[in-house]
């Protein structure tokens, strides 16, 4: 185990039946990784992101969030521990804007009450414009979020994860939905607002030339199992990954 071990999978199993979604997983991830879960449809990524965050618990095995276990603790719980999630369809308030959105999200992740007491002081507008401006998303700051577009709204999704200021932020497929030439500069804005806070960063991701470029370590599932955890090179050049997950016969190295 690293010394800056943040969150570690021992052993982890689940099953719908007859259906094995998580295989004896063993994950450790360190402090300031860029983590992308790769695998087809059903492979385990989205089972185990779940265990994580504590919508499903495992049948057997233990998860650990700076070395206290969180297996059996509920998601609310465990956010407020330090890990926040967004969705591959963004959880939003429709009817409102994108700055009440943020108030929202900032007001909940307070101490008790303090959402209907002081959500609307100074020192949390200052943060939520900061936040707006990070990703870009100042004109759309007073726009109602059924007005905005999707790339937008993954936008808005993630930083109402990210004011939580959490250890670990969790990507739920960030590029799905995107349209081909929007992927790249979705995925610029996200980095550049990402860069710099020490974060641990997970993500799910079926596009290998977004998983390439956006994250350092590379772990492949296939049918609940990790048949594969790297570089991306030494990952996508895996025999089994090529096989099962990118069917490919030859990946080129990340210049």
Request: glycine share 8%; net charge neutral.
């Amino acid at each position: 185990m690293s010394k800056q071990s943040l969150l570690r999978a021992e052993n982890v199993n689940k099953s719908f039946g007859a259906v094995v979604a998580a295989n004896n997983i063993n994950i450790n991830i360190d402090k300031g990784e860029k983590v992308s879960l790769i695998g087809s449809n059903g492979a385990g990524k989205t089972t185990f992101m779940n265990m994580v965050t504590g919508y499903l618990k495992p049948d057997t095995g233990h998860i650990y969030l700076k070395n206290e276990e969180i297996t059996q603790l509920d998601p609310r719980i465990i956010t407020q521990k330090g890990i926040s999630r967004s969705f591959q369809i963004p959880q939003i308030f429709e009817p409102m804007t994108a700055w009440e959105n943020l108030l929202i999200a900032l007001g909940t992740s307070q101490k008790k009450h303090s959402y209907f007491k002081n959500a609307r002081s100074k020192e949390n507008g200052d943060f939520i414009d900061e936040i707006l401006n990070r990703f870009a998303l100042n004109e759309f700051a007073h726009r109602q979020v059924s007005e905005l577009p999707g790339g937008v709204r993954k936008l808005l999704d993630i930083a109402m994860a990210l004011v939580r200021k959490p250890d670990i932020l969790l990507l739920d497929e960030p590029t799905s939905g995107v349209g081909a030439e929007e992927k790249y500069p979705l995925m610029d804005t996200i980095a550049k607002a990402l860069s710099g806070q020490g974060l641990t960063v997970i993500f799910v991701e079926h596009d290998m030339d977004i998983v390439q470029n956006y994250s350092d370590r590379i772990i492949a599932f296939y049918q609940g199992a990790v048949i594969a955890d790297g570089n991306g090179n030494t990952v996508l050049n895996d025999s089994n990954v090529k096989k099962y997950v990118t069917g490919k016969t030859e990946v080129k190295a990340k210049s």
